[in-house]
Each structure stands twice: as C-alpha cells, then as structure tokens.
C-alpha cells in the first residue's frame, strides 16, 4: 500500500465493526482475498486522488474480481481484428463504456456503433488491455472503489455494503481536504447519498455503463473524454 494510505487505511479499518473485522482476517471464501481487496490504494497515492469513481461491488466471479471497481481482470485483450474482443463483448458495462469512449475521441459516430465500424479505427495509438485501461484511470487520478470491497455470494451484497459503510465514511473524512469529485454510476452508487455524509463533495451522476444510453452520455464523453482512457 502506498505510504500516504496508512494512516486514512487504519482509521477506516479501525471503524469497522470488530465481528466484521474478524471475518475480513478469517473467513477464507470472500473475493478479492485479504491481499488484494484493498489494491486500489496500493497503486493510486492518496495526494493524486481527483476523482473517486464508486462501483457497488467485486463482480461476483474470483477470476473477475481483482481490487479495483469496474476492472474485470478477466479481460485480457480490449480489441480483436473484428472489432471488440469477444470477452469485452461479453462484458456489457465495459463494452458501452469503450464505445463512449471512442465516441468522444471522434473515433466512432453515435449512428455507427457495430463491430465493422470499431474494426476500422486505426488502434495504434490505443491501449489494448483492462490494465492499461486501470492505469490511465489512475494517471487522471481517479480511485476505482467500490462500496463493498469483497463479495461472497448475492444474497450477502447489501450486507457487505452495510458493513464497509463506516470505513467508507472515515475514508472519506480524510480526503475531505483535497475534495476529490465523486462519480456515480447508476442507482447503487447514488444511495451513496442517502446512506454516507457526502454533501460536501461534487458528485457527478450518470446512468450505471450496463445501459445502453451510456454510450451518448454527453457529461461522459465529456469527462472521460477529457482523461484519454484509451490512448497509449
């Protein structure tokens, strides 16, 4: 973890409840595992935070699940020479979101979104991996956190949410200072605001990337679009 996280970390671990904590350093069936639930801070320095992008929880597959919210390590290869690559096709939130964000280069135009029209873009300057695709989040400043930061089964999500609330909370007191912007997809991260004391952030809302109507979200293109998430 980096240096600058220690103090926020154990203040908001220590906020915990103390029967969760004894789950967190016991119970070996949560993903990400204890040596990796907490990679976000580890590869994002505390002072760099400019934005916090709020997830709900891991995605409910190990091999998936890697720390970060939105990142599914599963996906190796963004693009292929048809188009997206199939596990990107596969992924609904990560395939609107690389649409919209080829929109905003100017890559794709919203009345051609297929395969075909993808295939034809020059990719050379282009990343073409999930991790280059974490890193640029991470050179914008932008902290992939999720509400939750393990999963165990479905019917648990809402309790595991529950739980990491008071980490959160301290979590945030202390980048109180620097007023990172938070952005909030869909209706999970929303209820931030009505179960966290976030009001004294600037919080940017937009429909969770699983719609369809992400794709010509203006205030995404525009955000995103600002970040060049796909260029090398």
Known sequence: MSDSWQESIALAYGALD??????LEHDPHYFPDRDNYLNAFKTLPKEKVRYILFGQDPYPRRE???GYAFIDEKVRKLFSQTGLSKEVNRATSLRNFIKMALVAR??????DTSQAAIASIDKS???DSVDELRRNFEKSGVLLLNTALVFTDKKSSAKHVKAWRPFMQTLLASLQGQSPRLILFGSHAQALKRSLPIEMFETIEMEHPYNHTFIANEKAQKLFGS???LEK
């Open 64 to 66: 998936s699940a890697g």
């Open 125 to 127: 300057g282009l990343i």
């Open 227 to 229: 970040m060049k998430l």
């Open 106 to 111: 100017g890559d794709l135009s919203l009345s």
């Open 18 to 23: 103390a029967s969760y904590r004894h789950f």
